[in-house]
Every structure is written in structure tokens, then in C-alpha cells.
């Protein structure tokens, strides 16, 4: 494992192998054979773009939806979490401490289909007691990017 | 009617005016810029330092402080350059806060240079000095220095500017703009040369926290010999990326503090209380902070550097502050006319060398305090801009 290409790839995807073995004083191949290795044993799961949906259409609705769950002897948790993981609808899934279970957002065209979603799948599998839908009415913050504060180098162009 | 002309004084008039004013001009009426133009860290102060200032606010402490500075911030800044630089000062007689490190040479220099004394500038070199030293009526002598020593001040140079109206030699590193460092031999051939003088040397160790490489600076004042003839400058600036809050210091033999705590008395009063209460969390905490950000320079550094290598603009390794300064002579242009058809073709900003004296013509810099990925689409703007002109 290595940190700091870690830490270089998960501020910045794109970065380049050679890209990074400059900035580290290291080779490119030792920078491209580590990513290589750490992309087989799971430490880097992928690499996509950070968009920002309501800027593209304002037709996308994201909802938090909060879970109850009665875990199951000797699963505990494990299948209702996997089971909710496998909907297409759904971009994350949590286990939380606290009042409720599990934190999954889910993403659809309309609060129509988010809520129907919710009411026919989620909380009808067997284990779930209860649900709680939160939509997000605004992001502001995304994967460590501030969506609307797009320029705040409010330096001048020289300087000496 | 006023005929300002002829009321102004002479030696303020006779400055020359920046050598980027052309560029700013130009670079207000485009839309595009990508700016590698400016001096000054792009990461805000670090938070707690930050909230100390804002506490300070809260209770109350809004009034003017003694006009050297805080008690507790004098002893911290003792403390930080004896266990940083190995200097030691007392902070009552020793030590006074200024509005920047900028003011610290201001009041240095009027403190000890009498007219039609010679001040020793070496360039290229940040642009306060020389204008200061004309203002106090003393006459700046330029000690080019050369790349291929790295931009040091050497000792034969050195030697051979000495006249018997030498006042003060500025000693600028890490430099701003050439990346340049003196390390602990080069200032022992400088202070060779300098003992039996009476010489002062106005060291502006601004930059002292941004060296890299494993290299760590070595303060003038903690060479043997030094110590009585040097006034060391210093501020929180770039080290913590405090720029807004105008804060440094000079800490020197007492004799020559106390003439320059006159000058601040009576000019200034004191510097900005809320900066002085933040920067005394600043010395006590935040050296992780400061790590942090030297670490991102330091990768920036070696991204900026290979990248002007890589398209043909010989680019030394700056050893310290945060610019690199590559060599742009291949292009058959003069700095400034690099810079401006830059500007222009590819609206990328860079500065001509010869913004920091006539020494750097040849040369262009580019400050690295840009996020990698500003710093990358820059370099591609410059390929293609030296692309057009090999077509």
C-alpha cells in the first residue's frame, strides 16, 4: 500500500503515473506497478467524475433514506445492507450508529419515483420496520469539491 | 493650480515604476488567465490560527499593543528562531514586530544607512530594496548574481563591491525569485569577508520555512562572527500563509533595534494587534500546518520544474521559496517579450526576471502556489505556445 499515490489519486483521478512520480521524486514504473497492485487488491475501487447532476438537468432527485432494520441471527446485517446494495437506484449504503441502521441514498428522475421506490422496495423487505425519506433540496459539496464556489483565488493575476 | 511636479520630492519621483505594470494592464482586458504570476501561498491561514485571531476579537482585544510588539509574541518568536535557527535573542531588547517583513527593512535600513552610503543589493532579487535605499538617501550597489552558482552571493563578488562607504549588504534567501539558497559554507566565505568590516547585513529570511529537499536554512546571524552585524527579518507571511494579516519581525543587537523601534513608534505605532495575538498560535502550533503545506510546495516544485525541463526551458532546482525561475534564452526572446506574447497567444501570466533586476533577463518566474492541476494546464498552455513558434 502507498499513501501518498493514494492520497494524489483520490484528490485528483486523472493524475498520470508519470505525473505522480514526479511529484514524488520516484519512478514511473514504481508509480504505475504500485497503482497496478493496489488497483488488484481492492484499495482503489475506481476512478470517475464528479458531476454536478443539477447542473446538468434539474429533473435528478437524490434522497437519503434512513433504514430500521431487525438484524438476522448470525447475519446481523450483512444481507438487508448486501440486498439494498444490488438496486441500480441506489449509490451508497451505510451502516450508521445511532437511531437508525442503515443510510442509503438513492438517486431517480422525480420525488415520485424516489418515493416510490422507497414504499415498494425498501420497505417491503422483510427485516426493514421502518423508513425515513429525506430528499436533498441542494448540494454544495461533493467529494471534497464546492460545487458553487467554483473561482475563490481572489489573488491577483501578479504579484512580486 | 498646484504644480505638483515641483512640489513632489525628486527621489520618490525618480522610482521606477514596477516592471509588471505593462502585464497587468494587459492581462484586465482577457477573460482566460492562468496566472502563475503571483507571490503568495494559495492555502487560506491554517483554521486554528485563524480562530485564535477571532477569539482575540471576542475578548476584546482591539487596542493598540507596546509598539515592539506583544510581550508574549516577542518571547515566541525568541523561542521559535532558537529552536528553528539556532539564533538566540532577548525578547525585550532584541526583537521588535513589524507590519510585514517588508517594514522591518524599511526601518532597518533608515536606521543605519547615512546619505551617499553604499547599500550591497544582490539581484535578482525581490523588489523593496533598492527603492528603500534610494528613499534614505543611500546608493544601491547590484551584485549580479549568476546561475551557474546557483544565484549565491559568493565571496570574490562580494569582495570586489566593498568600498569604504558600505553600509549594509542585503542578504535575500531563500530568494525570491531565483529559488536560490545560501547554505552554511557560502556564508562562512561571506562572513570571512565581512569581519573586521562594519558592515550590517539585513538578512530577509522570509522564505527561511520553504526549503526543500532535506535542506534546512541556515540563518547568517548563527554563523560565528555574524551574530553582532546581522539583523535578522522575518514574518509569517509565506511560512503560514498569512499574507493578509501584515505581520513580521526584525531581531538584532539591541543597539540597533531600539533605533528602528523608533522609527516604528513613530510611523506605524504598532502592528495589527489581532495578527499578533494569531501569531503567537501560529509559533506555538503550527508547525504540523507548515509541514503540510511544505510537503504540497515541495510537489509542486518537482512537477513545475520537470515540466519547464521537459519543454526545453532550462529550469535549475530552486532549493527554496516557491518559484521556479527557467531560462528562456532558447526562444531567441527577451524576458519581457517572452512573458508578454505569453500572455497574449496563451494567456498564461509569468513575470520577466528583469521585473527583479537586470539580471534576470533571460530568465522568466513561475510561482508554484497553484493547485497541480492549475500548474498542468499551464505548462500545456506554454507547449503549445512554444509549439506556434517553431511553426
Redesign the interface.
Same mark, same amino acid.
Given at each position: 500500500m502507498d499513501r501518498k499515490i493514494l492520497k494524489?489519486l483520490s484528490k485528483?483521478a486523472r493524475?498520470t503515473a508519470k505525473?505522480i512520480a514526479?511529484?514524488?521524486?520516484r519512478t514511473e514504473e514504481d508509480v504505475a506497478a504500485q497503482i497496478r497492485e493496489m488497483e488488484k487488491a481492492g484499495l482503489i475501487r475506481g476512478y470517475k467524475a464528479v458531476v454536478d447532476w443539477e447542473a446538468v438537468d434539474t429533473t435528478t432527485v437524490s434522497a437519503i433514506i434512513e433504514l430500521k432494520v431487525t438484524p438476522k441471527a448470525g447475519l446481523g446485517f450483512e444481507e438487508v445492507a448486501e440486498r439494498v446494495a444490488k438496486y441500480p437506484e441506489v449509490e451508497s449504503v451505510y451502516l450508521m450508529s445511532g437511531v437508525y441502521d442503515l443510510s442509503v441514498m438513492v438517486r431517480g428522475k422525480t420525488f415520485q419515483e424516489v418515493a416510490m421506490f422507497v414504499a415498494k422496495e425498501l420497505s417491503t423487505i422483510d427485516s426493514v420496520t421502518q423508513t425515513a425519506t429525506h430528499f436533498v433540496l441542494r448540494r454544495y459539496k461533493e467529494m471534497d469539491i464546492e460545487l458553487h464556489d467554483r473561482n475563490n483565488?481572489d489573488?491577483?493575476?501578479?504579484?512580486? | 493650480m498646484i504644480d505638483y511636479e515641483n512640489i513632489l520630492n525628486p527621489v520618490v519621483t525618480g522610482i521606477k515604476p &514596477?516592471g509588471?505594470r505593462k /502585464? /497587468?494592464d494587459i $492581462?484586465a482586458t482577457m477573460d482566460d #488567465?492562468i496566472?502563475l504570476? #503571483?507571490? =503568495?501561498p494559495?492555502f487560506p491561514t491554517p483554521w486554528q490560527i485563524r480562530n485564535t485571531g477571532i477569539r482575540s476579537l471576542e475578548q476584546g482585544h482591539t487596542k493598540y499593543t507596546s509598539n515592539k510588539g506583544l510581550a508574549p509574541l516577542c518571547r515566541e518568536i525568541c523561542t521559535y528562531v532558537h529552536r528553528k535557527y539556532d539564533l538566540t535573542y532577548d525578547p525585550d531588547t532584541e526583537v521588535l514586530v513589524t507590519v510585514g517583513g517588508s517594514e522591518a527593512i524599511d526601518a532597518c535600513l533608515r536606521a543605519i544607512v547615512r546619505p551617499g552610503d553604499e547599500v550591497i543589493i544582490p539581484q535578482p532579487s525581490?523588489?523593496c530594496y533598492e527603492p528603500i535605499t534610494q528613499l534614505v538617501g543611500g546608493v544601491p550597489v547590484i551584485l549580479e548574481t549568476r546561475p551557474e552558482n546557483d544565484f549565491k552571493v559568493t565571496a570574490d563578488e562580494l569582495r570586489s563591491l566593498i568600498t569604504p562607504r558600505t553600509r549594509a549588504l542585503i542578504l535575500p534567501y531563500p530568494c525570491?525569485p531565483t529559488g536560490g539558497i545560501m547554505e552554511r559554507a557560502d556564508l562562512e566565505a561571506v562572513a570571512e569577508v565581512l569581519k573586521d568590516t562594519g558592515i550590517i547585513v539585513i538578512s530577509d529570511e522570509i522564505y527561511a520555512e520553504l526549503t526543500f529537499g532535506g535542506l534546512r536554512h541556515t540563518s547568517p546571524a548563527s554563523i560565528p562572527g555574524m551574530w553582532e552585524r546581522t539583523i535578522t527579518v522575518n514574518g509569517f507571511s509565506k511560512a503560514f500563509s498569512m499574507t493578509g494579516w501584515r505581520l513580521g519581525y526584525a531581531c538584532g543587537p539591541a543597539p540597533i533595534i531600539k533605533q528602528m523601534t523608533k522609527i516604528h513608534q513613530f510611523a506605524i505605532m504598532c502592528a495589527p494587534t489581532t495578527s499578533q495575538y494569531a501569531a503567537v498560535e501560529a509559533l506555538r502550533s503550527g508547525d504540523e500546518a507548515v509541514a503540510k503545506m511544505v510537503e504540497e510546495y515541495d510537489?509542486?516544485r518537482?512537477?513545475i520544474v &520537470?515540466g519547464f525541463n521537459e519543454l526545453g526551458l532550462v529550469c535549475r532546482e530552486p532549493k527554496g521559496a516557491f518559484y521556479a525561475f527557467p531560462c528562456i534564452t532558447s526562444t531567441g526572446m527577451s524576458s519581457d517579450e517572452f512573458c508578454e506574447a505569453l500572455l497574449r497567444e496563451r494567456q498564461v $501570466?509569468l513575470?520577466p526576471g528583469t $521585473? /527583479?533586476g537586470k539580471g534576470g533577463e533571460g530568465f522568466v518566474r513561475a510561482s508554484y502556489c497553484y493547485s497541480? =492541476?492549475h500548474i498542468?494546464e499551464a505548462l500545456a498552455r506554454i507547449r503549445a505556445f512554444l509549439d506556434d513558434l517553431k511553426k
Open positions: 494524489l485528483n493524475a505525473e514526479v511529484m514524488l521524486g483565488d489573488r491577483s493575476t501578479f504579484l512580486l | &514596477s509588471i /502585464f /497587468f $492581462a #488567465v496566472s504570476g #503571483v507571490g =503568495e494559495d525581490y523588489v525570491n510537489m509542486r518537482r512537477l &520537470s $501570466a513575470v $521585473a /527583479f497541480t =492541476e498542468l
